[in-house]
């Protein structure tokens, strides 16, 4: 089938070679002129045939609602635009609102994998009617991996639900990450241990915790045994922080995917204000000595 | 090549097949005699021809420590112990040194994978010297998973190590599950997603999620999707402790891993000492109902 | 002066008694006549001479909403509205935009000390402009504590800012508590202890832990020593989860107030469906034993 | 009536003061000679009168250990030791059987209050037989605060006892500071609130969360608003670590205390190795950008 893109970055630029790989038509989109196929969102509409399927693959936040809003003046009635970026599922209740009172449908994805995508194709989560989801269908089977549909592709309830899915889905991720995170940093630690990537690639088979992100920290030690390299600031893009608020909102407990966010953003800061507000106390009552700006601390005091 | 392998229950029976099936002689003892191809532990030793090497696979602690001292009588000197059970490191140190005694060599190996092992193989994590290592290693072989070696055991240092890593997985593990466990929770809660199971099951290919324990969770959720039938009390078999305690000791900041395993403590309380304190200390200061045993909660209050 | 005041349940009550004891005129209405001054809003409202100053005290959300959208139809410009119950700051900017339009004026105030706060007086924490929270003053000064002006009361910022303070406030509550609770319980499983209701009452001078939360705690203990008659059951009142997700949303680290918060979710369920995919999970990969519902649990397995 | 008293620090020499001005005898030793009333521990035990008592107030763990295998030379059967300092409960049970071998009693206190005990009195917790404890009651009355006795003093069970119920209340400690830091943290970050240090000692009457490190918090933020001067960084004085040991010993769900030391681990370390984990997994599935040593990180990423 045909279907236009927006949107060739690091996701999808792949996504475009993924799916013409499978024998579809992509007109792909981007502000970049060099890798885009059209020049601009009128022309992008112009080459497609009606009734149009646009994939959205942009930023989520307003540069997805930017693009949605100026398509939403571009596309006519029976046309179909699918969002599979990182946004929240509440946008995506909104934009099928809007988008519905002209006529358009609407169906949200969540997509997995990374940059490894391409060739091993994209874990897809979906939200959205029956009917709208399977006009889609030939462009989730391209981008998902090989192997039953039902291993890399989920429908997983009306507009929102496959973006909720993939929140919680990175939720779990930040949880897994910190995990064995805190197992490399305690095995780093104690000297009994003596080769800690060895182990790490040991896990990749037979064991429990055997798994993806297993295999690709065994081999990130393997380049970087000890991490001499690169410095513990981690970023987060949205979805652990409304995985956290969902779940508070709920009255779900969450422990573990909360202490993994919260560990991305003490990662983050130079000073904790929290910690300067401890120091502070413990000054008061106890003489404790505190660590001027600047200094190095001192680690025991009686 | 021959070996002595002494427990022949869940792990240690299945992994006495496995042996076998590698074309080693296995004499096993247990002591149910139905299973068992030695009469006692005396017998077994008259059975293994010296130098020997016999697997004790046991329950950790006081079952193994009278297995390893009975062993040290009935053993000669250039005879060797592995010690396979999910035994403390510090144990380890104490047997090697009572065995070293007596010229007894010893080796601790964490094995990881169930009962899922017999077939798929079992992830090896050894301990102690590089020649005792070396001694076992037609054994290492016949059990662990096909593949490159390093994919599915590890040689991690000296005595001890090999059942600290093992100590560390099981910490992972917990967090893991944990992880897994918040996100299906949060996705049960959420009226939005109308497949929970097909949610876990879709990500078993393309996702970065994807592991051997998300499969598992997607074949419980098939065979109980929701749960009915089963209950959320979950054992802990003292690795996740011990894991925790050594972050503890070494500083090394450990939050996702300790809230798993209490979780697991909370999972097993009838009612929580410690929420019982903050009822009473609610309904102190605000006059806020508290719940009287054997009432139901009243969710509200104002 | 003179006030309104809506509301005369367990806070408001109180309230009116202590305000009037202070030696203002106090128009209470309730929607239980028995204790109201006016038959309704309508007679409350033509009770008071303009400008007006009415304090709405009822339950946050809804009925808050409710209150004051009749009020604004009652009030004349000129008036103003004190909002002293445990609203969300974020209801705050809407009341006082909707009211601003009328010309009523808004200041919000959190109000703390529970079922204490008529003998002891009440923590005050306010926002709005610096000429409508002066205007309160004479109020605020007869429901605070003894002691200085800015030991019980602050002017926290503009409107909805009282309210935040008092929402962290809340936060705090539950870190303190949980804290507290945690220690009882470690207390109470230790045999070496043998008078844990004296340690907690020992607490009460010299220490560093010492607070009115642990003199209440004390207090409750003495009571029921071992907490045999109440139940683990907690509520939350919404401040605890608003606090967890401002400081998700501004990327604030707090684990310990979100801990406290998810405990008390966990308090409130019958089985935790984390627990029960833990369980599964465990089920799946070891054989682990699973407590089918409706059974005792077994507490080791290997 | 007469004690030796050695240890002449920050809290030792303080107490000596206060057990003076309650009209008792102390002699006092400390390895510095310019605030010591004896040349050595001989000394200092032949300026007793038998039989003697004697209170060590030094580092807990070595030197503990190293004074009290000393005076146990020096002191006579009948003569008895009190460790008042920061102990761990297991060295008061091997203290006292070695001291029990020569016929010196023994008794653990664990003493509240830093450097304001010396004017407001100290919360003291003891262990030991109820004979032992009473031969050192009036010392005990001397140092703790006015008013009731088991208000400030609490004999909480035999030998350990003491110091285990002044573990738990610096565990609780640590929760409760951490609890009134994120708190702050989160005031700090709003830019609603503008005032923070007004809304802590806004706090002080009236409140829920009123306590003494709140008022200290008060007095910390009055001096250094923003706290412009100080780092965070905190350390840890081992008693909050064997809380969180014995809770996981003993099956205690402890998420708030345990968070609590958690997060001052974190503040005391350069980079985190478990981050260093983090990123590298997220740069090896994502094409995330890494952080390079030395370099700023950058806050967002797509």
């Known amino acids: 089938m045909q279907i236009g893109l927006i949107g060739l970055g690091k996701m999808g630029g792949n996504m475009r070679d993924r799916i013409r790989a499978a024998g579809h038509e992509v007109v792909g989109y981007d502000t970049d002129q060099k890798i885009s196929d059209a020049k601009d969102l009128k022309d ?44 929240k599922f509440t946008d995506d209740e909104r934009h099928a609102q809007e988008l519905d009172r002209k006529g358009i449908a609407f169906v949200d994805c969540g997509v997995s994998g990374g940059v490894w995508g391409k060739e091993a194709g994209y874990g897809l989560m979906c939200g959205g009617s029956d009917k709208d989801v399977e006009r889609v269908m030939p462009i989730f089977d391209a981008l998902r991996p090989e192997g039953p549909r039902d291993e890399g592709w989920v429908h997983a309830g009306d507009v929102g639900a496959g973006h909720y899915v993939k929140m919680v889905h990175n939720g779990i991720e930040y949880g897994m990450m910190q995990a064995y995170a805190e197992g490399y940093e305690l095995l780093a630690a104690k000297e009994i241990v003596k080769d800690v990537p060895a182990a790490f690639k040991a896990w990749t088979r037979g064991t429990v915790v055997r798994s993806w992100l297993q295999e690709l920290m065994a081999t990130a030690l393997a380049k970087d045994p000890g991490f001499d390299k690169i410095s513990g600031f981690v970023n987060d893009s949205g979805e652990g922080r409304w995985t956290v608020q969902e779940a508070v909102e709920y009255g779900v407990p969450m422990p573990v995917i909360s202490a993994s966010l919260f560990a ?39």
Chains 1, 2, 3, 4 share one sequence.
């Open 44 to 87: 992008l509409v112009s080459k497609l045939s009606a009734p149009r399927v646009v994939w959205v693959m942009v930023p989520a936040g307003k540069v997805t609602d930017s693009v949605i809003n100026d398509l939403s003046d571009l596309l006519e009635a029976g046309d179909l635009i699918v969002d599979g970026g990182n946004s």
């Open 264 to 302: 991305r953003f003490v990662s983050r800061q130079d000073d904790s204000p929290a910690m300067q507000a401890v120091a502070a106390m413990r000054n008061e009552f106890g003489g404790h000595p505190v660590t001027l700006k600047g200094q190095k601390g001192i680690v025991t005091d009686h």
